[in-house]
Nanobody, 121 residues
Framework: QVQVVESGGGLVQAGGSLRLSCTAS????????MGWFRQAPGKEREGVSCIPWSGAARYADSAKGRFTVSRDNPKNTLYLQMDSLKPEDTAMYYCAAGCTGRMSVGEIHYWGQGTQVTVSS
């Protein structure tokens, strides 16, 4: 049974930081590209970052220079360090398995339930 569980969201002031975590089970985590997507109210879900099983991570332009994705394969865990947060980063953040550099929603194999990030101005 596949499980993907995010944690670490919350309320933070603009300029602050949060670290999201995602723990996965039920599939070969180390062999999957893993990523983060987000969805703000009234907007489509969009890719934030994708880290391949081997190679360099990709970031959306909105995340470059502020967010850092990493993974710990022995722990089946994915992280997203978010610094210099802005109110426009407010969204539900989802962990996703199966992303590519295109960070397209349609290519994802497994999704988590999401963790809410709210950035106040």
């Amino acid at each position: 049974q596949v499980q993907v569980v995010e944690s670490g969201g919350g309320l933070v002031q603009a300029g602050g930081s949060l670290r999201l975590s995602c723990t996965a089970s039920g599939f070969a985590f180390a062999s999957y590209n893993m990523g983060w997507f987000r969805q703000a109210p009234g907007k489509e879900r969009e890719g934030v970052s994708c880290i391949p099983w081997s190679g360099a991570a990709r970031y959306a332009d909105s995340a470059k220079g502020r967010f850092t994705v990493s993974r710990d394969n022995p722990k089946n865990t994915l992280y997203l360090q978010m610094d210099s947060l802005k109110p426009e980063d407010t969204a539900m953040y989802y962990c996703a398995a199966g992303c590519t550099g295109r960070m397209s929603v349609g290519e994802i194999h497994y999704w988590g339930q999401g963790t809410q990030v709210t950035v106040s101005s």
